[in-house]
């Protein structure tokens, strides 16, 4: 009986005394929250203590040291240049005669006589001049020669219509150098062309006609003609 009545005490003691409630899971996390803030709190607080303690003081700047003025030296002047001479350039001779030009040579046309009587005929020639301070060459010979004979606008006659073995002469003639035809041409006194060179030809009038010469050689006219008369 005494025992049964223990037990009975014990259960009344149980089931008077009050239970304890149980948390929630949200409260645990944040508990969990709070304390993880905390210790990053503590941790941050430790590195800048650390890397920048708060006793330490700045170091002291150095003060810029006073700029010194220095004036700057005066300069020389610069050496001007003189300009340097142009050197004239020397004109070179040619190597050799060059082929006289027009320009250097002046063609005259001669006859021996200025007036012929009955039966003479007129001998004409080639006078050529250089005029020119250098030599030149060209070329003289028969070929290069015409001859040509006019009363008024009428041609009478000309060399080179019936002109047979025509001939080159090269020749050099000095500078201010005269020469004059070596045989002079004579002028049957007849009218001439291509189509009567070996036939029978009309002769000029004569008494107290006057006929002009004019000539060219190397394709260099006369400066002018020469006239003379026949009788």
């Known amino acids: 009986m005494a025992r049964a009545h223990s037990r ?36 941050g607080l ?49 190597a050799g005669p060059v082929e006289c030009s027009p320009a250097d040579i002046t063609v005259e046309a001669l006859t021996d006589k200025e007036e012929y009587g009955q039966g003479e005929n007129p001998q004409l020639s080639i006078r050529l ?5 250098n030599a030149c060459t060209m070329n003289v010979g028969t070929s290069a020669q015409s001859f040509t004979v006019t009363s008024g606008s009428d041609v009478w006659w000309r060399s080179t219509d019936c002109q047979s073995e025509p001939s080159d002469m090269e020749v050099t003639l000095a500078a201010g150098q005269q020469v004059t035809s070596a045989a002079p041409l004579t002028w049957d006194r007849t009218r001439s062309s291509v189509s009567s060179c070996g036939g029978e030809r009309p002769f000029a009038p004569g008494g107290g006609a006057t006929y002009h010469l004019s000539v060219s050689i190397g394709g260099i006219p006369s400066s002018g003609t020469v006239s003379f008369i026949l009788r």
Do not use: C, E, K
């Not at 330490?56 to 300069?75: G, L």
């Open 46 to 94: 430790v590195v800048w203590l650390v890397a920048a303690p708060p006793w330490r003081s700045a170091p002291t700047a150095d003060p810029a040291p006073a700029a010194s003025t220095v004036a700057p030296a005066p300069s020389a002047p610069a050496a001007v240049a003189s300009p340097t001479p142009t050197p004239t350039p020397t004109p070179t001779a040619p």
């Open 129 to 133: 001049t250089n005029t020119s301070a």
């Open 8 to 43: 009975a005490a014990y259960a009344g003691t149980m089931t008077d005394a009050p239970r304890r409630r149980r948390q929630s899971p949200a409260v645990y996390r944040r508990r969990r929250l709070a304390a993880a803030l905390l210790a990053l709190l503590v941790i």
